[in-house]
T-cell receptor, first 115, second 112 residues
Framework: GAGVSQSPSNKVTEKGKDVELRCDPISGHTALYWYRQSLGQGLEFLIYFQGNSAPDKSGLPSDRFSAERTGGSVSTLTIQRTQQEDSAVYLC?????????????FGPGTRLTVT | DQQVKQNSPSLSVQEGRISILNCDYTNSMFDYFLWYKKYPAEGPTFLISISSIKDKNEDGRFTVFLNKSAKHLSLHIVPSQPGDSAVYFCAASVTGTYKYIFGTGTRLKVLA
C-alpha cells in the first residue's frame, strides 16, 4: 500500500479515557498534517509536522491534545481525558513539502466516538 | 469566523448536465485554492487547484474559476457522471504558508 494509512479506523471510548491515533504517511513525504472533521463541519486544521518538528501547534483545541512524529515518518495524535465534543473523524495527510503547491494525500481517517 | 464558505450543503444534478459548486472566501491574502473530493469512509482526494495569477484552470471534465474581486471560486463538472457523487471541499491558502483552510463541503448527487 502506497497511500496514507491510519489506525484504528474506528474507536469508541468512554469519556475521560485517553486515546491514541496513528498515522503512517506516504514514504518520503516530509510534511504531515492532522485535521479533524466534526459532524456538519469542514476540515479543521490541528497540527503540521515538517520532519519531526511541529512549527505550529496552534490548531490543537486544548492541552488535552498532543501529537508527535518520530523518524520523520509515523505520527501519533493523543487525546487525554476525552470529552464528548472530541467525537469526530480525525484525518491525517502527508505531502512532499510543506509549502504551497504541494498536494496533500489523505488517509481514510479514524472515527472517534466518545460515549 | 469561517474564512472559507460553501453555502450549499447539497446539490442534485442530472447525469450529463453541468454541476456547479461554489465557494466564497473572506481573506484577501489567500492566493492558492484547491478542490478535494471525498467519498464515504475515505479520505479526501485532490481534484484540481488554481493560483490567484489565473482565473481559470481546466482538467478534463473539471474546471475551476476564480473571481478575485468577488472572492469567489467555483468548480464546474461537465458532463456530470454518477461516479461524481461525493462531498466536495474547497480549500484556500496563502503562499509561503502550510495551512489550508477548508470549507464545510457540498454533497453532490448525480442522478442517473
Amino acid at each position: 500500500g502506497a497511500g496514507v494509512s491510519q489506525s484504528p479506523s474506528n474507536k469508541v471510548t468512554e469519556k475521560g479515557k485517553d486515546v491514541e491515533l496513528r498515522c503512517d504517511p506516504i514514504s518520503g513525504h516530509t510534511a504531515l498534517y492532522w485535521y479533524r472533521q466534526s459532524l456538519g463541519q469542514g476540515l479543521e486544521f490541528l497540527i503540521y509536522f515538517q520532519g519531526n518538528s511541529a512549527p505550529d501547534k496552534s490548531g490543537l483545541p486544548s492541552d488535552r491534545f498532543s501529537a508527535e512524529r518520530t523518524g520523520g515518518s509515523v505520527s501519533t495524535l493523543t487525546i487525554q481525558r476525552t470529552q464528548q465534543e472530541d467525537s469526530a473523524v480525525y484525518l491525517c495527510a502527508s505531502s512532499t513539502g510543506g509549502s504551497l503547491g504541494y498536494e496533500q494525500y489523505f488517509g481514510p481517517g479514524t472515527r472517534l466516538t466518545v460515549t | 469566523d469561517q474564512q472559507v464558505k460553501q453555502n450549499s450543503p447539497s446539490l442534485s444534478v442530472q447525469e450529463g448536465r453541468i454541476s456547479i459548486l461554489n465557494c466564497d472566501y473572506t481573506n484577501s491574502m489567500f492566493d492558492y485554492f484547491l478542490w478535494y473530493k471525498k467519498y464515504p469512509a475515505e479520505g479526501p482526494t485532490f481534484l484540481i487547484s488554481i493560483s490567484s495569477i489565473k482565473d481559470k484552470n481546466e482538467d478534463g471534465r473539471f474546471t475551476v474559476f476564480l473571481n478575485k474581486s468577488a472572492k469567489h471560486l467555483s468548480l464546474h463538472i461537465v458532463p456530470s457522471q454518477p461516479g461524481d457523487s461525493a462531498v466536495y471541499f474547497c480549500a484556500a491558502s496563502v503562499t509561503g504558508t502550510y495551512k489550508y483552510i477548508f470549507g464545510t463541503g457540498t454533497r453532490l448527487k448525480v442522478l442517473a
